[in-house]
Structure formats: C-alpha cells, structure tokens
C-alpha cells in the first residue's frame, strides 16, 4: 500500500514536471544568435552598399551613410544615427526596411528589391541584441 501511493505521487509529480516544462518551453521562444559577419552584413552587401558606398553611391552621396563597414554604419548618417543598439522600434534603419517611414520606405521599395521576411526579421533581431560587431 506504501508502495503503490509513492509510485502514485512520483507519477503524479512527473507528469506535472512535464506538463510545466512543455508549457513554458511553448512560451518562449529561443531567439537565435544573430551575427553580423555571418548574417547582417550579406544582407548589406546584396541589398545597400550598391547605393550606400562612397564617393558615387546615390544614398551616400544624399544621407552620408555609408554601409560598407560596420565601423561606417555605426557612425551614422548626416542625420544622425541610423541604429539605436537594444532598440529596433526606434533605429531608423529598422523603421526604413520595415515601411513604417512612410513616403520613404515606398519610394524605396520602387526603386530597389524589398527585404525579404527573413531578412527583416535579421535585422531586428541583430539590433535588439545590441547591433554587436561579431
């Protein structure tokens, strides 16, 4: 009888392990480790610095910025910085290849490929975590 209420309440207390490890792993979501070497500057390559390069580059020759180094990107633009590290809501960047600048983000997407998803969500995520040079 001693036996059989142990093994019941070791069942009882395994299943609930479970069930909360099953539970809490569904609720958060392991982000990825986003590199720019690996991820972000491909992207830069494929999509920017073709405008975003000095002396000739359309977009530096506008705004100034250029992306052709993270050492470059960091210092920003003739208006400023163009990433706020631990902040995509606010980093111009993020705001841009979202569409959320607007009259800005639309001329650009006539003009150039858009971002894909994924890349998009790169980006944020690099950002967020801190827009490391790794």
Not at 18 to 41: F, K, M, N
Not at 102 to 123: N, Q
């Amino acid at each position: 009888m001693l036996l059989k209420r142990i093994m019941k309440q070791s069942l009882s207390l395994t299943f609930s392990l479970a069930l909360l490890t099953c539970l809490s792993l569904a609720g958060c979501a392991i982000e990825p480790r986003i590199s720019y070497q690996r991820d972000v500057h491909p992207i830069f390559e494929e999509k920017c610095t073709g405008c975003h390069t000095p002396p000739y580059g359309e977009g530096y020759r506008q705004t100034g910025l250029d992306m052709g180094s993270y050492e470059t990107l960091v210092q920003g633009s003739i208006y400023g910085p163009v990433i706020v590290p631990g902040n995509s809501r606010k980093s111009a960047l993020n705001i841009l290849v979202e569409g959320r600048a607007g009259d800005l983000s639309r001329a650009l997407e006539i003009k150039h490929k858009p971002m894909t998803d994924r890349e998009i969500e790169v980006l944020r995520l690099w950002v967020g975590q801190g827009a490391l040079n790794n």
